[in-house]
């Protein structure tokens, strides 16, 4: 037997055989030619065996035997071989071609290359796991004993227990069997003897799972063809290489730890050193066994008419049914079962078959064949565990010895080494497979991320630290633009730069893929510029919602494919491929949304760490789950309850769906608002360092904190909390729900509808300027950039130029200041409403408004609106603050006070729309008709405050205080820097000269009086007074025997003026006399008086004009000494002019003015 086990060892080095001489064996090659001598044996190698009918068959390939002994043509080998059998002068069965074998009389074989020959040979019988071969009239020489039996399985139990007995003999004639021993044959009329053989090995058949497939294990059998020369000193080297490599079908175990991958993939018998793994189908475990799946294959067979509709419940009904070997899903993706042998294997397009194989759990990462009756023969450590799981756990700490686990007793199970089987009835062995390979994808934070184990990411970490939470890790990595992926080993949470995966025991890796759309209950991995192959079917939708919709609704469609404009294709193909005018959505794992959460469902796998508390129903887990998300890692159902988890490993096991936790449903919300600081809003983020020593419940409340605050960045709104903290960076990550994160900016301008964010000094925006055109001032450059597209900004490059840019950052530019533009805003009721395109406020009320200015109103009257809501062009107010995306339509946010103002006429107004002011100023031109008149003559007015707009005229106010008028307008004074020496005011039909800050020093009695005009008119009553001052502090008015203004702080002078200064005098040039009253007065009477000496040349017309306009003509005769005119138009002007046809000698020495103030010049 020793010799024989040699041989088979060495046969690949040419060994044919051995002989005997009585001493020793001797193993023979290259040669099967046999010598006769005495006193030897020899045993010659034939090649390959089967055992049929009673009888050894030698398989002799590429050779037929001659001679047939009967005209029967068979099917079959079997029905070929009972034939011969039962024929005592066949001597062989020779193939001939399909289905074709023919009996023979003959055993000599001769080549035929397309044939196979089957030579039958000895008798043979099995004994008590012995092989024993019938040599008829023959005997061996050697009695073992003189012992005899009635039976040959006596006989034969009595010689396995002699390690030199080689059979045992049987006389016919006594009906007796003898044991014999040694190995010479003599002839013997009326015996036979039975020749013992070798053991029958134990033959272990099982599938396990490994590196993602399939394999069917087979002890003690080989397979041939060699892939490379390497040797694999671990089967789990040996099955991870043969798993990557596409020209391997399996691997052999050929003793001393050499593992050799085989091209072949039929399995040989071999020595009982021997081990192989024959390569199978992708592996998918459920309902408690591994399956190997064959895209493109089918099996006959079918059991039964029923189609199943799912891939789980015909996986389900071929577990339950003994006699299932498989499920195969047709084209029309139905699914049935079937009882066939590998060997009705068949290849059909569009078909797919899932084998049934063994029994299969999975425990810590790792999948186990259950093997029962038997059990592995050595023991890793005598340590006892109540569960195989808590034997997995403690088998996954020692990947690298521990082998399998045995179930050695009740509640008790024990970690293995070595893979030698031994049967043990009652018990069973947990074979350890391959790594347990899960997968699902998530939605986080509006992009697609698909989670594995156990892979780690590979490569440069994208940042040092380590995190202790999935979600912190995520939003980390969200923010991080060179980060692809992370992966959890040890309770620790990684980032790296790259998403590429690489095997390692109990890591989980979550690798990020980009965008997402999250409908129809899956997720879509969605890549610009990419396609997908093979169309589901002809049709083309319109929309990329018809066409996702169709494609969730069939089971072999794999995505959706944008072709061109309002043209989408389904598709069956499941990787992209590069097509930069496509755009392409791979579908992805199913979803439930509960409660704006998404839960990837993944039937067949558990979470770790599952809880004890149960929930009837997926709604009220979920309830649950969000409740507590700072650890609950999603639920579980099984046996229709639901419990809670913490651990985010899935493992497989049929009884259980999981629920895995995603994150929330996320809107995307940006904008600008401003205070005095331009302040950046996003949504839904937080800062990654805010305090929450200090709370604040408005917003306002934290940002004007934070803007006299230097180390405050911004302010975070924590939705969880309905409360504001200030930040200390300006660094922001994703949050949950309605959380955003405000940051502040540099001081905030609005201009042309827009708000713009003032950058700090010496920097200008990154890269060329957006066009070629150089702006005289800031306000020219933000209208253009605020027409252009593409703008982002400007920057002011030098004193009274400015420069439009097209990036959104800045670089260092000495001499340089930037500004970027915000949103877009209007500023109305005295507040900023940012407008935020393509997003409506939550909370919308019924009632319409036609204009968002009538919105804006019943907004402000609303105690809880947030906002205007513009939808179908319609205005709504709105009272939530949450945004969702609605396409088409947009809102007006709600901000913060702020009054647009602006400079004209050396003053700054403040624009009050849709308000009016009141107090009327009680003297002088009070309304004009146009603005800028307005405007002029308020800011030359101490007594006026305000311009307000109403009926079509500008109206002079006193007032300051605004009051709702909707079609109106008011504009507030602001600061000024008129000068005040060249004004003055019409009062009480006198001129007055207004002198903010300066007095009048001497004060005439104790009278004061609460108006001006009331003052002024005192004034002009009494002849020492020459004007009236203000003071401030006690807001009243005093009368003055002075006109020369001192200055002094509170107060305000109005000294009087008189036409000439009090003295007038004329002067002649040419035919024209003019008179200068130096400023501008009504006139109503002339009155001038000659020296007496003059005039008498005198003759003809005299045109009076005061200013432009006349106001008498008179006519003249002779010498006048006097002449006194009535201006009854009431002329207004600076100068008298009279000009005569002859003006002969006049010399006007008097004159004598009725007037009053006036600002009509």
């Known amino acids: ?426 018990l069973k062995v947990y074979i350890k497979g391959g790594y347990d390979y899960t997968s699902r994808d998530i939605n986080f934070g509006n992009e697609i991320w698909t989670a594995q184990s156990p892979y780690t990411c590979s490569g440069t970490k994208a940042d040092t630290k380590t995190y202790t939470a999935r979600d912190t890790a995520l939003k980390h990595c969200l923010a991080n633009s060179a980060c692809n992926g992370i992966t959890l080993t040890g309770g620790k949470y990684t980032l790296y730069k790259s998403g590429t995966l690489t095997k390692l025991s109990g890591s989980l890796s979550w690798v990020r893929s980009g965008s997402i759309l999250s409908s129809d209950n899956y997720h879509w991995d969605k890549q610009a510029g990419k396609t997908l192959t093979g169309y589901y079917d002809s049709t083309t939708y319109t929309t990329l919602a018809k066409a996702t919709a169709a494609c969730a609704a069939a089971t072999s469609c794999k995505g959706v494919t944008k072709e061109g404009t309002t043209k989408y294709r389904t598709n069956t193909g499941s990787t992209f491929s590069t097509n930069n005018a496509r755009d392409a959505w791979k579908q992805g794992d199913y979803y439930v949304l509960h409660d704006s959460y998404y839960y990837t469902k993944v039937s067949g796998v558990k979470l770790g760490s599952i809880q004890t508390k149960a929930y009837t129903t997926e709604a009220a887990a979920a309830k649950a789950c969000k409740a507590s998300k700072a650890t609950c890692t999603g639920f579980v159902l099984t046996s229709k309850k639901y419990y809670l988890a913490k651990g985010w490993m899935l493992y497989t096991d049929n009884d259980y769906t999981a629920f895995v936790r995603n994150h929330g449903k996320v809107t995307y919300t940006s904008y600008t608002t401003m205070k005095t600081y331009y302040w950046k809003v996003k949504g839904p983020y937080l800062h990654d360092e805010y305090t929450t020593k200090t709370s604040y419940d408005t917003l306002i409340k934290c940002i004007t904190a934070c803007e006299s605050a230097t180390t405050c960045k911004g302010c975070s709104y924590v939705d969880s909390k309905s409360k504001y903290y200030q930040a200390t960076t300006a660094v922001y990550y994703l949050g949950e729900g309605d959380d955003k994160a405000y940051t502040k900016g540099g001081k905030a301008v609005v201009s042309n509808s827009y708000i713009w964010n003032t950058k700090s000094a010496n920097t200008k925006i990154d890269g060329d300027y957006l066009d070629s055109t150089t702006y005289t001032t800031l306000d020219k450059a933000m209208l253009a950039c605020s027409t252009k597209t593409g703008c982002t900004g400007v920057t002011k490059t030098a004193t009274s130029k400015y420069r439009t840019g097209q990036k959104s950052t800045t670089e260092e530019k000495s001499g340089m200041q930037a500004y970027f533009k915000g949103n877009g805003v209007v500023t109305y009721k005295l507040l900023t409403w940012t407008i935020v395109s393509g997003q409506v406020l939550s909370s919308q009320q019924k ?246 000496a003059c005039c008498s040349k005198n003759t003809g017309k005299v045109v009076i004009k005061v200013g432009t306009k006349t106001c008498a003509t008179v006519t003249m005769h002779g010498k006048t000494s006097a002449l006194k005119v009535p201006c009854a138009s009431g002329a207004v002007g600076e100068k008298i002019t009279m000009t005569y046809a002859n003006s002969g000698d006049i010399d006007i020495d008097n004159i004598i003015l009725a007037t009053e103030g006036s600002d009509a010049c």
């Open 847 to 1092: 009632t319409a408004y036609a204009t968002y200015k009538k919105g804006i109103i019943a907004c402000k009257k609303d105690s809880k609106c947030k906002g205007v809501n513009m939808v179908s062009s319609k205005y709504y107010v709105a009272q939530g603050a949450h945004l969702s995306d609605s396409s088409g339509n947009k809102c007006y946010i709600m901000g913060q006070a702020y009054t647009p103002y602006f400079t004209y006429d050396s003053t700054v107004w403040y624009y009050k729309e849709g308000y009016k002011t009141t107090g009327d100023i009680g003297f002088g031109t009070t309304s004009y008709t146009t603005r800028a008149k307005a405007m002029y003559w308020c800011a030359r007015n101490p007594i006026c405050n305000s311009v307000h707009y109403t009926s079509k005229k500008y109206n002079l106010r006193t007032g300051t205080t605004v009051t709702d008028e909707e079609d109106d307008n008011a504009w507030v004074y602001g600061t000024s820097t008129v000068d005040f020496t060249t004004v003055y005011l019409p009062i009480s039909t006198g001129l007055w000269n207004p002198r903010p800050g300066y007095k009048l020093k001497t004060v005439i009695g104790t009278t004061t009086y609460t108006t001006l005009p009331k003052a002024t008119a005192a004034c002009m009553l009494n002849s020492a007074c020459l004007g009236v001052h203000y003071v401030t502090k006690d807001k009243k008015y005093y009368i003055a025997s002075t006109g020369t203004p001192v200055k002094t702080t509170g107060y305000i002078a109005y000294p009087r003026k008189w036409a000439c200064d009090g003295s007038c005098t004329a002067t002649l040039k040419s035919k024209v006399v003019t008179i200068d009253m130096k400023y501008c007065f009504k006139v109503s009477t002339i009155e001038v008086s000659n020296n007496q």
């Open 1 to 426: 037997e020793l010799a024989m086990a040699g041989c088979l060892a060495k046969l690949k080095d040419g060994c044919n055989g051995f002989t005997y001489d009585g001493t020793q064996f001797t193993l023979y090659k290259s040669t099967k030619a046999v010598t006769p001598t005495v006193d030897t044996v020899a045993w010659k190698h034939m090649g390959k065996a089967l055992k049929s009918n009673g009888y050894i068959w030698m398989m002799v390939l590429k050779y037929r035997l001659v001679g047939y002994d009967s005209t029967t043509t068979y099917t079959t080998l079997t029905l070929a071989t009972t034939a011969c059998a039962a024929s005592s002068t066949c001597l062989g069965v020779t193939y001939e071609g399909s289905k074709k074998y023919r009996t023979n009389n003959a055993n000599t074989p001769t080549s035929a290359s397309t044939m196979t020959a089957y030579i039958k040979g000895n008798k043979w019988a099995l004994h008590d796991s012995i092989y024993y071969t019938w040599v008829d009239g023959h005997t061996i020489d050697g009695d073992y004993s003189t012992t005899t039996y009635t039976t040959a399985a006596k006989a034969a139990a009595v010689c396995k227990t002699k390690s030199d007995c080689t059979g045992f003999s049987y006389d016919s004639s006594t009906k007796k069997y003898t044991n014999k021993k040694g190995y010479y044959f003599e002839p013997s009329e009326g015996t036979g003897v039975w020749v013992r053989g070798g053991v029958k090995p134990t033959v272990y058949t099982m599938s396990i799972s490994y590196g993602g497939y399939t394999w069917a294990y087979k002890e003690p059998y080989k397979l041939s063809g060699y892939v490379s020369s390497t040797k694999y000193t671990t089967q789990a080297k040996a099955l991870t290489a043969c798993a990557a490599n596409s020209k391997c079908n399996g691997v052999t175990y050929e003793g001393a730890e050499n593992y050799r991958l085989n091209t072949g993939s039929t399995a040989m018998p071999g020595t009982k050193t021997h081990k192989c793994w024959v390569k199978g189908g992708s592996s998918v475990t459920s309902q408690g066994y591994s399956w190997g799946s064959y895209s493109g294959y089918s099996l006959g067979g079918m059991i039964g008419t029923t189609y199943y509709t799912t891939r789980a419940k015909a996986l389900a009904a071929c577990t339950s049914n003994s006699k299932c070997t498989g499920v195969v899903r047709n084209s029309s993706n139905k699914y049935f079962i079937s009882s066939a042998s590998s060997s009705g294997k068949v290849k059909k397009t569009n078909y797919v078959l899932y084998k049934k194989g063994s029994s299969a759990k999975s425990y810590s990462g790792y999948s186990y064949t259950v093997y029962s009756g038997y059990i592995y023969s050595t023991y890793l450590a005598d340590t006892v565990y109540k569960t195989p799981a808590l034997a997995g756990a403690a088998c996954a700490t020692k990947a690298s010895t521990c082998t399998g686990i045995n179930y050695v007793a009740a509640d008790k199970y024990k970690l293995t080494k070595g893979t030698t089987l031994k049967a043990s009835t009652g």
